[in-house]
T-cell receptor, first 115, second 113 residues
């Protein structure tokens, strides 16, 4: 059974389009995250949700909007896509937020290419 | 602000040798540190966590040390194998409670047979 799954695996789209990436975890975790990994492989937090509530919103353009319909799902919607949005987006989950040192489980990633 | 540095982008060693990767941090005192492995085209996978009151942690051929005075963690893979080739990331909690991990840029290890 896949612990953290993301769809789609690959996403190729044109500038200006709107797209969504879906994430689901079957680990029963309370916290879910979206990370962006750029071409230099730097992994940076975008959002964190705890029990369906937004906890962290790093400096991310308003074009990015996360939605958590329930604890097991955290989707990412991106409006008006730009070339600079091209990256690999990872969903992750953990039992709780970082204070306890809980390990994070990552999904396989979604490679977004904006042309 | 907090800063994490993994000293090498790439490390090449021969099979059977010990690989040692370094993670340095500045401007804070984390309660713990984690190491992850990332293979090409995949998400990071958790390997080990070491807390500030632990000097050393082991798991099979992996060993992690945590020196809070030097603000440094060393990650060792003994008897390395080509299958150990991957990117290894260190991650630390930020200063603010309740926020996500901060990852280093990673060191890509290549083990040749």
């Amino acid at each position: 059974d896949t612990a953290v799954s993301q769809t789609p695996k690959y996403l190729v789209t044109q500038m200006g389009n709107d797209k969504s990436i879906k994430c689901e975890q079957n680990l029963g975790h309370d916290t879910m995250y979206w990370y962006k990994q750029d071409s230099k492989k730097f992994l940076k937090i975008m959002f964190s949700y705890n029990n369906k509530e937004l906890i962290i919103n790093e400096t991310v353009p308003n074009r990015f909007s996360p939605k958590s319909p329930d604890k097991a799902h955290l989707n990412l919607h991106i409006n008006s896509l730009e070339l600079g949005d091209s990256a690999v987006y990872f969903c992750a989950s953990s039992q709780d937020l970082g204070a306890g040192g809980f390990e994070q489980y990552f999904g396989p990633g979604t490679r977004l290419t904006v042309t | 602000s907090q800063k994490i540095e993994q000293n090498s982008e790439a490390l090449n060693i021969q099979e059977g040798k010990t690989a040692t990767l370094t993670c340095n941090y500045t401007n804070y005192s984390p309660a713990y540190l984690q190491w992850y492995r990332q293979d090409p085209g995949r998400g990071p996978v958790f390997l080990l966590l070491i807390r500030e009151n632990e000097k050393e942690k082991r798991k099979e051929r992996l060993k992690v040390t945590f020196d809070t005075t030097l603000k440094q963690s060393l990650f060792h893979i003994t008897a390395s194998q080509p299958a150990d080739s991957a990117t290894y990331l260190c991650a630390l909690p930020p200063n603010q409670a309740g926020t996500a991990l901060i990852f280093g840029k990673g060191t890509t290890l290549s083990v040749s047979s």
